[in-house]
């Protein structure tokens, strides 16, 4: 959809202006890109309908949190703020989203990755436009009849206050489209990073998910997590994206409300052979599908993962998610034990990693045990990391030969020797088995 507006490009380099022009043109045609050469407030007060602004730090600049504050101070707080940083500079990024961008690039440029996270800001740019221009003529009209509300709903919904500045700016408007369109009904869960929240529109026909952080620091956090969800919008079992919104000083992700079972408790009920590939299936198509782009789970277990009473999968909490465009591997120790590879364990996950989940998943399904179990953490490492699982077919000896072998090449300790990605899995086992999904595989 053509949207237009104006995105503002500061201080970047004619090659950089140009990739970047060829990033946004297949986001929205009908966008202007503005350079601007220096920060010159004057040129960039002139700047009608602006969406966006990417703003380069330059090799030399010594205090680039200033340069950002002072570029904030012009756009106010309505205008999504993106700035790109020269790889030398990767230890300034706390000071620059403290003094008020939205978000941050280490620099070169990639096209893989990065137009998505342009996207998110895009989007949340023209929603807060939108607001603007449709809630009051008058952006001051705007503040004086929500300043006060906006407080008192703050502390109500969000357990938290705003300062004037932050009434006055994308809060007040941000917060106003909020009201318009939900209503909290309860708290759903309570997490490390923040809390999720069951939303209804007002006109009670629609549900939705608030996923808000604890605290202003993990915005970013929240921010590329909207922008994985927005690289896998267009697959069915992956939950939806609806709306980003920042409030109180806090970016808040609105997601699609899935309602049904999870997967562990269908499983605990007992799934036919039917039921247990035909979901097996739906969950291997979606990591399949993140893998090639990009994005490895990193928690892939029963209980993140929701069946609808009309039989859809949907995979849950991309939280965890991590963008493998630049790096492949994390260094950051992240996932639920009983599910963890090796190298997961380790700090070194991969996208092999969520193969190695997924084995667990198909072993757990054929033979109903977890191919590593124990109530003792250190022990269940150390049988993660040492130990070869129990063959299937000791278990089970009617499980298919074809499909003990998938199951433990999913599950060796060196992720080399494991399918490199779900894709593989994927053709692997329709190749062997081209009938899986109708209960003729599984027990």
């Known amino acids: 959809m053509l949207r237009s507006g104006t995105v503002v490009v500061v201080g970047c380099r004619e090659d950089e202006l140009r990739v970047l022009t060829g990033m946004l043109a297949p986001l929205d045609g009908a966008l202007v890109v503005q350079p601007v050469g220096d920060l010159d407030e004057q040129e960039l007060r002139r700047i009608p309908e602006v969406r966006l602004v990417i703003f380069r730090v330059g090799t030399q600049q010594s205090r680039p949190d200033v340069a950002v504050q002072k570029l904030r101070n012009v756009l106010g707080r309505n205008v999504p703020l993106m700035t790109l940083l020269p790889s030398g500079k990767g230890q ?58 906006i407080r008192r709903v703050l502390e109500k ?97 609105i997601q699609e409300y899935v309602s049904g079972k999870s997967f562990q408790e269908l499983i605990d009920e007992g799934l036919d052979s039917s039921g247990k590939e035909k979901y097996y299936l739906q969950l291997l198509d979606v990591v399949a599908y993140a893998h090639r782009h990009h994005i490895m789970h990193r928690d892939i277990k029963p209980e993140n993962i929701l069946v609808t009473p009309e039989g859809v999968l949907k995979l849950l909490d991309f939280g965890t998610a991590k963008d493998v465009t630049r790096r492949s591997i994390s260094s950051t120790v992240i996932g639920s034990r009983p599910y963890m590879a090796p190298e997961q364990i380790m700090g070194r996950s991969r996208l092999a990693s969520d193969v190695w989940a997924l084995g667990v998943i198909l072993y757990a399904l054929a033979t109903e045990f977890l191919p590593f179990y124990s109530e003792n953490e250190k022990e269940l490492m150390d049988l993660i990391l040492e130990s070869p699982p129990q063959p299937p077919r000791d278990l089970v000896p009617e499980i298919p030969e074809a499909l003990e072998r998938i199951i433990l090449r999913c599950l060796e300790k060196d992720w080399k020797s494991r399918y490199h990605h779900a894709g593989i899995l994927q053709k692997a086992l329709l190749d062997a088995f081209p009938q899986f999904g109708t209960g003729r595989t599984l027990p």
């Open 92 to 149: 300034r990024v706390r000071e620059i989203l403290r003094a008020g961008a939205d978000d941050y690039w280490i620099l070169p440029l990639d096209e893989n990755a990065l137009p998505i996270r342009l996207q998110v800001l895009l989007e949340w740019g023209h929603r807060i436009r939108e607001t603007m221009r449709t809630t009051s003529p008058s952006r001051e009209g705007i503040v004086h009849r929500l300043s006060g509300r």
């Open 157 to 253: 919904l969000f357990g938290t206050g705003a300062s004037p500045v932050e009434v006055q700016g994308s809060a007040s408007v941000d917060t106003a489209r909020f009201l318009d369109h939900w209503e909290k009904i309860r708290r759903l869960g309570f997490g490390s990073f923040g809390e999720v929240w069951l939303l209804r529109d007002k006109d009670g026909r629609k549900m939705a998910v608030a996923k808000i952080p604890h605290e202003e620091k993990l915005n970013r956090k929240f921010l590329v997590e909207a922008a994985i969800l927005g690289r896998l919008k267009d697959h069915p079992n992956a939950v939806k994206l609806l709306d980003v919104v920042k409030i109180g000083g806090k970016v808040v992700l």
